[in-house]
């Protein structure tokens, strides 16, 4: 028998985070639900840079979701067959997975073949949903009537794991899915010296050092970043998002530079964002007023609520991740703010009003 129960997590609200772009152009008030008390002021603090270097620039360059269906051939030659044929039915497949909502629509669709088995990556958007399961549903269609047309083929799953649905990959960050976003800031160096406590020189030396050379000795896939994780987790639980997603979310990269030879280009690339406005999990109350105040529901356009979304996520875990590498440029300071905020001996003041929701 199953019992259903609710946790509380604690949740507050900061920023503003000064977003600039054709897309979202506002300084956005951003919930963050999470146990870890110094990730509030440390996601402010970048917040607060965002707001005195003239916002953050974010991009969204790729959305679509994607679910790999598994079939078998008699051959590898047989299966060679098929996906040469296939290449001539894409009309077919837009209409095949349109029969299973009016809000997905084909993108593109890729291929594996490991001796006999076919690995079908179907690619397609959906809208204002993350489309987890409407892509299913839309591959279910695909498959019966990839059976049908190919009676040779034979049914081994609904999913083969080249999706690749919350599993570290490269393929989800070479072909996309999700939101594909990059974020980016110049921060003066006046700015980054006193908002940040460093220089810019500090945090591009420790980046290449830390994210770029600790995460290849470390065998990291496609990753080089301090802790999108956290961040993204954050802001998942509060806008009601299926959390095991920051598995792929996380896999992302932090790139910055010097520029004019003493200000900081500092951005953040997440090719991976999953995230939806509508569909489950969206009709709890905390979810609903979380996406009302970030301005993710009156949108009328399809599509666009979700899109804002990721860019708020985007910028947002810059922010995040910006304050935590200034941090670590100091030594002792990312202890000492752990010591504070969790033992209670700090104060988390904001500069902003802002709200506190139980979810």
């Known amino acids: 028998m199953m019992q259903e129960s609710?946790?509380?997590?604690?949740?507050?609200?900061?920023?503003?985070?000064?977003?600039?772009?054709?897309?979202?152009?506002?300084?956005?008030?951003?919930?963050?639900?999470?146990?870890?008390?110094?990730?509030w002021?440390?996601?402010?603090?970048?917040?607060s840079v965002s707001r005195h270097a003239?916002?953050?620039?974010?991009?969204?360059?790729?959305?679509?979701?994607?679910?790999?269906?598994?079939?078998?051939?008699?051959?590898?030659?047989?299966?060679?067959?098929?996906?040469?044929?296939?290449?001539?039915?894409?009309s077919e497949i837009q209409r095949t997975i349109q029969t299973t909502s009016h809000h997905i629509a084909l993108k593109d669709w890729h291929w594996q073949v490991v001796g006999n088995l076919l690995y079908f990556r179907l690619e397609v958007t959906t809208g204002d949903a993350s489309g987890h399961n409407m892509v299913t549903k839309a591959a279910d269609a695909l498959l019966q009537w990839l059976l049908a047309e190919y009676p040779k083929l034979k049914y081994v799953s609904i999913s083969g794991n080249y999706c690749v649905d919350k599993k570290v990959s490269a393929v989800n960050g070479i072909l996309g899915r999700g939101k594909y976003?990059?974020?980016?800031?110049?921060?003066?160096?006046?700015?980054c010296i006193e908002r940040l406590k460093t220089t810019p020189e500090a945090i591009v030396n420790l980046h290449i050092k830390k994210n770029l050379l600790g995460s290849s000795i470390a065998g990291g896939v496609r990753t080089a970043n301090a802790h999108f994780a956290n961040i993204l987790?954050?802001?998942?639980?509060?806008?009601?998002?299926d959390a095991a997603n920051i598995v792929e979310g996380s896999q992302g990269f932090v790139h910055t530079e010097l520029r004019d030879s003493h200000d900081l280009y500092f951005s953040v690339t997440l090719p991976n964002i999953i995230v939806g406005t509508v569909g489950n999990?969206?009709?709890?109350?905390?979810?609903?007023?979380?996406?009302?105040?970030?301005?993710?529901?009156a949108n009328t356009h399809p599509g666009s609520n979700a899109r804002r979304l990721a860019i708020i996520t985007a910028a947002t875990v810059l922010c995040g991740e910006l304050s935590l590498l200034a941090a670590q440029t100091n030594p002792g300071e990312l202890m000492r703010a752990h010591v504070d905020y969790e033992?209670?001996?700090?104060?988390?003041?904001?500069?902003?009003?802002?709200?506190?929701?139980?979810?």
């Open 343 to 359: 033992r209670g001996q700090a104060i988390y003041r904001e500069p902003h009003p802002t709200t506190t929701i139980t979810s």
């Open 6 to 39: 609710s946790i509380s997590i604690p949740t507050k609200v900061i920023g503003p985070v000064a977003i600039v772009g054709e897309e979202v152009n506002a300084n956005v008030n951003v919930p963050l639900a999470t146990l870890e008390k110094p990730m």
């Open 181 to 191: 976003v990059v974020a980016e800031i110049n921060i003066p160096r006046a700015i």
């Open 233 to 241: 987790l954050a802001l998942y639980l509060a806008t009601g998002q």
């Open 54 to 90: 003239g916002g953050i620039h974010c991009h969204i360059l790729n959305d679509s979701m994607t679910r790999s269906v598994l079939l078998q051939g008699e051959s590898a030659r047989y299966l060679q067959h098929v996906i040469h044929d296939l290449s001539k039915k894409n």
């Open 281 to 297: 999990g969206k009709e709890l109350d905390f979810v609903r007023k979380n996406l009302e105040m970030l301005g993710c529901h």
């Open 41 to 47: 002021p440390s996601t402010n603090r970048g917040a």
